[in-house]
């Protein structure tokens, strides 16, 4: 597969990625849009990456700035779990354990194909504080290995003014469970 955008949708992906930073400043106070393009431009994976999560409908935006990777966060904003990213399994070990109607994928094997990773419990609590998110759908995270060594894999979702983070065999899929990823660019 292709891990590069034509310059045409270079452009478009950086149009896109640009109108949603002006318009959600409230993720990432003091950041310069020219300094993450030039980024980005420097590093066409990245683009490639993020052209993934746009078009799965995750809807990525900056939302912070590492200090000590410099690097610049983006996570997937929209307001429900990615459409394009649904109906999957936790990981490859979930996916072939089930006996009937296993889904195509898993969220990890996409998310690896995508170049990204899942948001952790931490990331998804910073991702609700700029909005409820997922109110009604729900992502995988990522999950501890003592907790996957058991079958199971946790998701988080916005219920009742609050976030809610579960558990559930890693095998289960539902239509609107999802992943959420993050990129460092």
């Known amino acids: 597969m292709k891990k590069q955008l034509s310059p045409e949708q270079q452009e478009q992906l950086l149009n896109t990625l640009k109108t949603r930073f002006e318009e959600n400043t409230h993720r990432h106070k003091d950041l310069d ?6 980024r980005l431009e420097e590093n066409p994976k990245n683009l490639w990456s993020l052209d993934q999560m746009e078009e799965t409908g995750g809807e990525p935006g900056v939302i912070g700035y590492d200090n000590k990777t410099e690097e610049f966060i983006f996570y997937d904003c929209s307001a429900e779990s990615p ?8 990981d490859r070990e979930a996916l072939e354990s089930r006996k ?3 889904p195509k994928k898993s969220a990890i094997e996409m998310a690896t ?4 990773e899942l948001l952790t419990e931490a990331e998804y609590h910073k991702l609700q504080e700029f909005g409820p998110f997922d109110t009604k759908t729900s992502s995988w995270l990522k999950t501890s290995s003592d907790v996957r060594e058991l079958g199971g894999a946790i998701f988080g979702d916005y219920r009742f003014g609050r976030v809610f983070v579960y558990h559930n065999g890693a095998d289960s899929y539902y ?3 999802g992943f959420r990823g993050s990129l460092k660019v």
């Open 100 to 102: 009937k109607y296993p």
């Open 83 to 90: 459409k394009g990213r649904r109906s999957l399994c936790y």
């Open 175 to 177: 239509g609107a469970r």
């Open 113 to 116: 194909e995508m170049g990204i």
């Open 33 to 38: 849009w020219a300094k993450i393009q030039t």
